[in-house]
């Protein structure tokens, strides 16, 4: 199950980051969504090859003791991540997650009175995101 769905900018300021879990420690998540950012840099790095059209799904960028943390990036730097709790989630049902997530961020940010680089304030968003994580929930 999704814990926490993040979007994170271009310059890693947080764009949007939400929890789905009733939790005291809101700091731990913020902290593991940024500390995830050094493994997008790092696997951005590792898969660079002129001419080839980079995966934009990142697959696992790392685990802890009760969490899985997966990632997303666009083509313009803006980088998806989810925290989950499961141990072994099917790629294919996460790549569907974060393309849902990303076309939500495109429709958003399409808004001429959305301001790139601040926060996403949309309560439109907001829900868009929740619908998506309880898609994904186990029945």
Known sequence: MIVCAAVVGQQNNPLFIRLFTPSDD???FHYMVHASLDAVEEKMLLRRNPGEVPELYLGLLYPTEEYRVYGYITNTHVKFVLVLDEVSPRDDALQ?????LHNLFVDVTSNPLYTHGLPITSKAFAEGVAAIVRSHAPA
């Open 26 to 28: 809101e700091v731990k």
């Open 96 to 100: 569907k997650v974060f393309k849902l």
